[in-house]
């Protein structure tokens, strides 16, 4: 008999991408793997096509999207600069499902309560996921927002999973020669591993 072919299903992550976030960047892969979910980032994007649709795009390509805004404070780095790009990316995805498809759900993710309503107060009435800045407080959330799917890892497992991917980061950082782990190759081998990871510690049932 045929095996069943199991449907994965891709979240597009609007996440920052530096150093201070390396810990939590891991973790929301992880934890969206562990759900037989497949991450999906700007990072991937390497083509002619013009920038805004190519992210554009990989939105539409996406059933769901995480929008992290915990960190759109001013780079202090000259000139001192705040970031647009989280919260532009978010409004895209709100754009997309409200004029162009409802087979797309956002999600917003921050490390304070109440903070949303001071820095985006357009989305008022929408209830922010707070993970207070932290590996867990990030699988915990994960764990509220996708609830309903048919895959439901625990926290304990999406830490075995963490820790496999993390363990082998060297490694991947060695095999591709990135010089960090924000880059095109080095995004892609960490999800696979991930998911592989978490079809041995969860099980291959699909979302």
Known sequence: MAKKRIRRVGVFLNIPYDQKFERLYLAYICGISSYGLIPHATLELRSSERRLDRILNLIKSCRYSIHDLSRVEVDR?????????????????????RLGSNHHTWFLYETQDYRLAKSLSDVNGTDAYIHEGTIDGVFREICNTFVRLSRQPSVDQMWCVYREVR??????????????????????????????SANRHVGLAGP
């Open 77 to 97: 780095k000259h000139p001192p600069t705040p970031r647009f790009n989280m919260p532009f990316e978010l409004g895209l995805s709100i754009g997309w499902e």
């Open 167 to 196: 363990k082998s980061i060297p490694g991947i950082m060695k095999s591709t020669r990135a010089k960090s782990i924000f880059e095109p190759r080095a995004f892609k081998d960490i999800c696979v591993l991930a998911s592989a």
